[in-house]
């Protein structure tokens, strides 16, 4: 049987007011050294439960944010 998960604002904008939900903004990382680092920033430091990851050209991998932002701090943190 499959589960369905709910998500909730917090699965994608861990701050205060909490975005409104627009469209993705993407973000992208040059190897996989970095996304593994930027992964684990967001799952352990921003304690987000959803990271949404697509591979990108070669070794590049795009993360995807419905918050700005939550965006912004990932590109302060990880450009």
């Known amino acids: 049987m499959t589960e369905t998960t709910t998500l909730t604002q917090e699965d994608f904008c861990r701050h205060k007011p909490h975005c409104k939900r627009n469209?993705?903004?993407y973000a992208?990382?040059?190897?996989?050294q970095t996304y593994f680092k930027a992964h684990h920033w967001l799952r352990e430091e921003r304690k987000y439960q959803l990271i949404f990851v697509e591979g990108g050209e070669g070794d590049s991998y795009r993360f995807?944010?419905?918050c700005e932002q939550?965006?912004?701090w990932f590109i302060l943190r990880w450009s």
């Open 64 to 66: 995807k944010f419905l």
């Open 70 to 72: 939550e965006y912004i």
């Open 23 to 25: 469209k993705w903004i």
């Open 28 to 32: 992208t990382v040059p190897n996989y």
